[in-house]
Protein backbone atom coordinates (compact mmCIF):
# COMPACT_ATOMS: atom_id res chain seq x y z
CA UNK A 1 0.00 0.00 0.00
CA UNK A 2 2.78 2.54 0.77
CA UNK A 3 4.17 2.12 -3.13
CA UNK A 4 0.53 3.19 -4.03
CA UNK A 5 1.00 5.85 -2.34
CA UNK A 6 4.13 6.87 -3.04
CA UNK A 7 2.93 6.48 -6.86
CA UNK A 8 -0.35 8.78 -5.68
CA UNK A 9 2.13 11.46 -4.67
CA UNK A 10 4.27 11.41 -7.65
CA UNK A 11 1.51 11.55 -10.06
CA UNK A 12 -0.01 14.51 -7.91
CA UNK A 13 3.31 16.59 -7.27
CA UNK A 14 4.15 16.18 -11.16
CA UNK A 15 0.23 17.67 -11.87
CA UNK A 16 0.50 20.26 -9.30
CA UNK A 17 4.24 21.24 -10.73
CA UNK A 18 2.63 21.21 -14.58
CA UNK A 19 -0.25 23.29 -13.42
CA UNK A 20 2.26 25.82 -11.46
CA UNK A 21 4.36 25.80 -14.73
CA UNK A 22 1.32 26.41 -17.05
CA UNK A 23 0.02 29.42 -14.71
CA UNK A 24 3.19 30.99 -14.85
CA UNK A 25 3.16 30.98 -18.18
CA UNK A 26 -0.29 32.42 -18.86
CA UNK A 27 0.80 35.03 -15.81
CA UNK A 28 3.55 36.40 -18.21
CA UNK A 29 1.16 36.57 -21.19
CA UNK A 30 -1.45 38.79 -18.82
CA UNK A 31 1.59 40.61 -18.09
CA UNK A 32 2.51 41.06 -21.56
CA UNK A 33 -0.65 42.11 -23.01
CA UNK A 34 -2.77 45.71 -22.61
CA UNK A 35 -5.92 44.19 -21.00
CA UNK A 36 -7.09 47.57 -19.77
CA UNK A 37 -9.09 49.39 -23.02
CA UNK A 38 -9.96 51.94 -20.05
CA UNK A 39 -7.51 54.09 -19.29
CA UNK A 40 -9.45 55.89 -16.77
CA UNK A 41 -8.89 53.08 -14.76
CA UNK A 42 -5.20 53.34 -15.23
CA UNK A 43 -3.71 57.17 -16.59
CA UNK A 44 -4.18 59.27 -14.25
CA UNK A 45 -3.15 62.06 -16.13
CA UNK A 46 -4.64 61.63 -18.92
CA UNK A 47 -7.98 61.25 -16.98
CA UNK A 48 -7.82 64.44 -15.23
CA UNK A 49 -6.61 66.05 -18.13
CA UNK A 50 -10.33 65.45 -20.24
CA UNK A 51 -12.09 66.24 -16.82
CA UNK A 52 -10.71 69.68 -16.98
CA UNK A 53 -10.83 69.97 -20.51
CA UNK A 54 -14.21 69.04 -20.57
CA UNK A 55 -15.60 70.75 -17.56
CA UNK A 56 -13.84 74.32 -19.01
CA UNK A 57 -16.03 73.69 -22.38
CA UNK A 58 -18.84 73.07 -20.64
CA UNK A 59 -18.53 76.05 -18.39
CA UNK A 60 -17.58 78.19 -21.85
CA UNK A 61 -20.33 77.09 -23.70
CA UNK A 62 -23.08 77.37 -21.27
CA UNK A 63 -22.31 80.70 -19.91
CA UNK A 64 -23.97 83.25 -21.92
CA UNK A 65 -24.60 87.02 -21.99
CA UNK A 66 -27.00 88.51 -23.68
CA UNK A 67 -24.78 92.05 -24.59
CA UNK A 68 -21.99 90.01 -25.81
CA UNK A 69 -23.39 86.17 -27.10
CA UNK A 70 -20.19 86.47 -28.94
CA UNK A 71 -17.65 84.60 -26.55
CA UNK A 72 -20.51 82.03 -26.18
CA UNK A 73 -20.71 81.14 -30.06
CA UNK A 74 -17.10 81.08 -30.29
CA UNK A 75 -16.62 78.59 -27.50
CA UNK A 76 -19.24 76.24 -29.78
CA UNK A 77 -17.28 76.45 -32.55
CA UNK A 78 -14.27 75.42 -30.48
CA UNK A 79 -15.53 72.85 -28.43
CA UNK A 80 -18.89 71.42 -29.87
CA UNK A 81 -19.27 68.82 -32.55
CA UNK A 82 -21.70 66.37 -34.35
CA UNK A 83 -24.91 66.05 -32.48
CA UNK A 84 -23.56 67.85 -29.41
CA UNK A 85 -23.27 71.14 -32.32
CA UNK A 86 -26.38 70.47 -33.76
CA UNK A 87 -28.29 70.15 -30.28
CA UNK A 88 -26.24 72.96 -29.44
CA UNK A 89 -27.50 75.41 -32.37
CA UNK A 90 -31.24 74.85 -31.52
CA UNK A 91 -31.26 75.86 -28.18
CA UNK A 92 -28.74 78.83 -29.05
CA UNK A 93 -31.02 79.75 -31.77
CA UNK A 94 -34.03 79.72 -29.19
CA UNK A 95 -31.93 81.48 -26.14
CA UNK A 96 -30.59 84.24 -29.09
CA UNK A 97 -34.44 85.04 -29.91
CA UNK A 98 -35.52 85.54 -25.94
CA UNK A 99 -32.43 86.42 -24.18
CA UNK A 100 -31.79 90.14 -25.09
CA UNK A 101 -36.10 90.96 -23.99
CA UNK A 102 -35.54 89.63 -20.96
CA UNK A 103 -31.39 90.95 -20.46
CA UNK A 104 -30.44 87.64 -19.94
CA UNK A 105 -27.21 86.19 -17.95
CA UNK A 106 -26.38 82.19 -17.21
CA UNK A 107 -23.60 81.32 -15.74
CA UNK A 108 -22.59 77.63 -16.20
CA UNK A 109 -20.45 75.75 -13.24
CA UNK A 110 -19.04 72.18 -13.30
CA UNK A 111 -19.50 70.49 -9.12
CA UNK A 112 -18.42 67.57 -10.86
CA UNK A 113 -16.74 65.48 -13.49
CA UNK A 114 -16.31 61.90 -13.50
CA UNK A 115 -14.69 60.00 -16.47
CA UNK A 116 -16.45 56.59 -16.86
CA UNK A 117 -14.20 55.48 -20.05
CA UNK A 118 -11.20 56.73 -21.77
CA UNK A 119 -9.54 55.51 -24.46
CA UNK A 120 -6.72 57.42 -26.68
CA UNK A 121 -9.29 59.71 -28.35
CA UNK A 122 -12.43 59.31 -27.02
CA UNK A 123 -13.82 59.51 -23.55
CA UNK A 124 -17.50 59.16 -21.46
CA UNK A 125 -18.17 61.31 -18.65
CA UNK A 126 -20.44 61.67 -15.83
CA UNK A 127 -21.31 65.16 -14.59
CA UNK A 128 -23.25 67.09 -12.35
CA UNK A 129 -23.77 71.02 -13.74
CA UNK A 130 -25.38 73.76 -11.82
CA UNK A 131 -26.41 77.03 -14.57
CA UNK A 132 -27.78 80.04 -12.83
CA UNK A 133 -29.59 82.43 -14.89
CA UNK A 134 -30.29 86.17 -14.06
CA UNK A 135 -32.72 88.21 -15.61
CA UNK A 136 -32.06 91.97 -15.36
CA UNK A 137 -36.12 92.92 -16.27
CA UNK A 138 -37.43 91.78 -13.45
CA UNK A 139 -34.45 91.06 -11.23
CA UNK A 140 -35.21 87.26 -11.23
CA UNK A 141 -32.43 84.56 -10.35
CA UNK A 142 -32.69 80.53 -10.34
CA UNK A 143 -29.88 78.12 -10.31
CA UNK A 144 -30.83 74.56 -12.16
CA UNK A 145 -28.78 71.80 -11.90
CA UNK A 146 -28.71 68.85 -14.80
CA UNK A 147 -26.63 65.62 -14.87
CA UNK A 148 -25.16 64.80 -18.08
CA UNK A 149 -23.43 61.99 -20.18
CA UNK A 150 -21.14 63.96 -22.12
CA UNK A 151 -19.28 62.34 -24.86
CA UNK A 152 -15.52 63.95 -26.17
CA UNK A 153 -13.73 63.36 -29.07
CA UNK A 154 -9.74 64.24 -29.72
CA UNK A 155 -8.74 65.91 -31.74
CA UNK A 156 -4.53 66.46 -32.49
CA UNK A 157 -4.66 67.67 -28.50
CA UNK A 158 -7.64 69.26 -28.27
CA UNK A 159 -10.75 67.20 -26.88
CA UNK A 160 -13.94 68.48 -28.38
CA UNK A 161 -17.50 67.71 -26.96
CA UNK A 162 -19.79 65.51 -29.65
CA UNK A 163 -22.57 64.47 -27.54
CA UNK A 164 -24.22 65.88 -24.56
CA UNK A 165 -27.21 63.87 -22.92
CA UNK A 166 -29.31 64.46 -19.77
CA UNK A 167 -29.82 61.73 -17.27
Known amino acids: MS ?28 RDTDHVANHAVVDAAATTAVQSAVASALVRVFSYDYSDPGPTQQAADDLLEGEARRQYDLLFAALQDKAPGQQLVLTAQVQVAAVEELTARTARLLVFLDQASQRATDEESAVSAAQLVVRATKTGSTWRISGIDPL
Open 3 to 30: AVRRHVALVLTVLLLAAAAVAFWRAGVA
